[in-house]
């Protein structure tokens, strides 16, 4: 019998690390195959050496564990449109996930990334019509994050040095602010915070999530982010 998967949908080369990179590290200790699909190579990038990008994301996936595609939609054009729908479908039925991830599709027409919500819609829209994904998750914006208020929390403490080592790996993109250490450690304690409000540990760390669908019996255990009662 296969092992477990999850699937991880996302934009550009770097988004899936920001998301849920704790998240894809737990479930890879718990056994699961992880495959990150990035639709981008992220090479319309403002950054000086975006064509570095695709060698950084295969070093940030080994961390994890994680194997990647990176598909040659143009980044910047996303659209929920056939292209977009044809090459996530594929990877939904070569796969047959568990566990789908994808970004979080913003009510707010404005907010965040163009790509980042067409990718979401898509992939969200796909999960939800397969059979096999016993729970879909979107995860937090990067940068602009209005609307996004997050009924789902996995405990990813345990996990952090792997997901800074990852989002270490891309150099190319180390001018931007979201992706430096101190950022990304302030928003995984604040999580921490929302999620176990009167228990976390000063040096909790959590992912969060909107929960678009899960087939488990107890709720109450997944908004506290124990994976092991996930499926
Ligand atoms: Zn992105």
Request: charged share 25%.
């Amino acid at each position: 019998m296969r092992p477990p998967c999850v699937l991880a949908v996302f934009a550009h080369p770097d988004d899936a690390e920001l998301a849920c990179g704790g998240t894809l590290a737990s479930f890879r200790d718990g056994g699961y195959d992880v495959h990150i699909l990035a639709l981008t190579d992220g090479s319309n990038s403002s950054v000086p050496r975006p064509q570095d990008r695709r060698r950084e994301a295969e070093a940030s996936a080994a961390i994890i564990g994680a194997t990647i595609t990176i598909e040659d939609l143009p980044d910047g054009e996303v659209r929920v449109a056939g292209p977009t729908f044809a090459k996530v479908e594929r990877w939904m039925r070569e796969l047959s996930p568990d566990v789908v991830i994808t970004h979080f599709t913003s009510p707010l027409p404005l907010d965040d990334h163009q790509d980042h919500h067409a990718t979401g819609l898509v992939a969200t829209t796909l999960a939800k019509r397969a059979i096999t994904p016993q729970l879909i998750i979107q995860g937090e914006p990067p940068v602009l994050n209005a609307g996004f208020t997050p009924n789902f929390f996995v405990d990813v403490s345990e996990f952090m040095p792997k997901k800074l080592a990852a989002i270490a790996q891309y150099e190319s993109e180390s001018s931007k602010p979201y992706m430096r250490e101190n950022a990304i450690i302030a928003r995984a304690t604040w999580w921490a915070r929302q999620a176990k409000v009167h228990e976390a540990a000063d040096d909790a760390c959590y992912e969060a999530y909107m929960l678009i669908k899960c087939r488990s019996t107890n709720p109450h255990m997944l908004v506290h982010g124990q994976k092991e009662k996930v499926l």
